[in-house]
């Protein structure tokens, strides 16, 4: 009888394994701007609820130390939700990992980099290939909702999503590399012509009255996506710091975020 055990068991490991969830690890560093630091806190409140709902796992770490290969060797999926890694070995650990299949998404100032700043472009690999933004350029005034306009209907994340629809608000980058002329680059979503004037100012270049802007896109090359939502509006004129903006208050944007994490699970390179 406990040989039939022994047998049973030994047939059935991998069934098991196969219908183990499907793990994701979130990385973020919980300090510096306000409007990071509510997006965080919101994005884990919300990925912990739709991670229930979606059937995969959801762990989240403050400790960039664990972005090395045998940590992430448990982790199908790695989310960034607001700064990047900036020790060398923490670099080279996620270049490892995606270069071997693993999967990403990033959000909002996971890809800002600009020289002479505190997170200085000194990472080519991840700014120029991977990304394909390169380094921050400018920034709209304060966060706003954009009319978003889906490029690509017929693309996994598009699934029962509108053409066009608003966005929850959000300071929206511009980049010093032109993703258009990027063969590897899919641009997924971009800020619609109606979004124009974006932003108030109160200075004249952080309102945007007319150009091309994407706002979501994939590289080919890699299992990735990169959303440029990720900024909460905060009252810092008064000194309340009141939250005065949710991300992930917004259904459809939601369901665009959640149709992402799906394709990038399910998907291989």
Not at 13 to 40: E, M
Not at 80 to 108: C, M, N, S
Request: with cysteine; charged share 20%; glycine share 4%.
């Amino acid at each position: 009888m406990k040989k039939i055990s022994q047998i049973l068991l030994f047939c059935l490991l991998p069934l098991l394994t196969f219908c183990q969830k499907p793990k994701v690890i979130a990385f973020f560093t919980p300090k510096n701007d306000r409007a990071h630091i509510s997006f965080v806190n919101e994005a884990n409140d919300w990925f912990n609820k739709i991670s229930r709902k979606q059937s995969f796992t959801y762990d989240t770490s403050s400790n960039w130390d664990n972005l090395n290969t045998t940590f992430l060797s448990k982790y199908q999926l790695v989310i960034f939700l607001d700064t990047r890694p900036e020790v060398l070995e923490q670099r080279q650990a996620f270049q490892k990992y995606i270069e071997d299949g693993g999967a990403w998404v990033g959000f909002h100032f996971s890809a800002f980099a600009l020289n002479n700043s505190k997170y200085s472009q000194d990472w080519d690999w991840y700014h120029n290939q991977f990304l394909g933004s390169g380094q921050y350029k400018s920034n709209t005034w304060r966060p706003t909702s954009a009319i978003l306009k889906i490029e690509d209907k017929n693309h996994p994340t598009s699934i029962n999503l509108p053409g066009i629809f608003p966005s929850s608000p959000n300071e929206w980058y511009r980049w010093e590399n032109d993703l258009r002329q990027n063969p590897d680059i899919k641009v997924l979503l971009s800020i619609d012509a109606k979004s124009f004037p974006l932003g108030t100012g109160p200075k004249p270049h952080e309102i945007w009255h007319s150009g091309d802007y994407p706002v979501v896109w994939t590289n080919t090359r890699y299992r990735m996506m990169y959303f440029n939502m990720g900024h909460n509006d905060i009252d810092y004129e008064t000194g309340t710091n009141r939250e005065l903006s949710h991300t992930f208050k917004n259904k459809t944007q939601n369901q665009l975020v959640i149709n992402s994490i799906l394709w990038l699970l399910r998907s291989n390179r």
